[in-house]
């Protein structure tokens, strides 16, 4: 389970550390580093939001997981950043199930030609694939649509379901799920 902190006061962090908990997801590089500079060894931290390639070297070099690899600039980006670092975080291609021209990540025809130019032009290991499913659609057949990319690709971990259908997403063979809402209550307004 991702711990979704964005947002979150240190007073709920601290809450759910005490708990035990030590996998958290961040949107932004610069909240991360907010949250998590200071933080207790053995957390893993993971972006889920957004990466921008001005920031790939920031990133790179402060998240164990980038689940959000949506773009060959961004690939080779990550690919400099993990060459400079002597070390890369671990990848995940984000698929935009629903090809809505709000979000990011790659549509589900280019996943596979997307996976194989990470593997093969910028020497990337993707370990997995992240979805966030249309709202208002059920989320069941984005899952599936996901895992079945997954497994063409031999691909093992999914980052699919977040604090509303994480139990859906379970079903249908996700590795991790994205949760906040379930955890923390509403995230408090902005400012």
Sequence with gaps: MVAVSKTQPPERLAALLAAGQRVFGENRVQEAFAHW????????????????????????????????????????????????????????????????????????????????RCRGEFGLAVEGLMCIPPQGEPPGPHFALTAKIAARNGLAKLSMGMSADFETAIRFGATSVRVGTALFGERPAPG
Excluded: H, S
């Design 37 to 116: 500079r200071d933080g207790p060894p053995g957390l893993e931290l993971r972006l889920i939001g957004p990466l921008q390639t001005n920031k790939a070297r920031d990133a790179c070099g402060f998240f164990a997981v980038i689940e959000t690899l949506d773009r060959p600039k961004l690939a080779e980006a990550i690919a400099r950043e993990g060459q400079r670092l002597g070390r890369a975080p671990r990848l995940y291609v984000e698929v935009n199930t629903g090809e809505e021209p709000q979000k990011a990540g790659v549509r589900p025809g280019e996943a596979d030609a997307f996976i194989a």
